[in-house]
């Protein structure tokens, strides 16, 4: 069992600037591919980005690319998700997620964290 707290969401405005985190009570996070999802309002949950257990592997939506950093901190068993030109369709409660299995594009995880709002004003 992987216990994942996520924090940093908040209100910001357009072209602002979030960085969220992702705590993981487990010691053996090292051992997990980890994942950040959201979903915006009244639509269905989707994927934002990944890392791979290493650290070395990541892989974003396209929607992202260029202006999101995931990373993590095995020591510290915390990743994050840095969120840069902040636009007001990135409004969605935001989660990250962890799973033993390799595959960065692999969109199915087993444990999620209870996730964070994140609202960008225009």
């Known amino acids: 069992q992987v216990q994942l707290v996520e924090s940093g969401g908040g209100l910001v405005q357009a072209g602002g600037s979030l960085r969220l985190s992702c705590a993981a009570t487990r010691r053996t996070f090292s051992d997990y591919r980890l994942g950040w999802f959201r979903q915006p309002p009244g639509k269905e949950r989707e994927f934002v980005a990944a890392?791979?257990?290493?650290?070395?592997?990541?892989y974003y939506t396209d929607s992202v690319k260029g202006r999101f950093t995931i990373s993590r901190d095995n020591a510290k068993n915390t990743a994050y998700l840095q969120m840069n030109n902040l636009k007001p369709e990135d409004t969605a409660v935001y989660y990250c997620a962890v799973d033993r299995s390799a595959w960065i594009r692999s969109k199915d995880y087993d444990y999620w964290g209870q996730g964070t709002q994140v609202t960008v004003s225009s």
């Open positions: 890392i791979s257990a290493s650290g070395i592997t990541t």
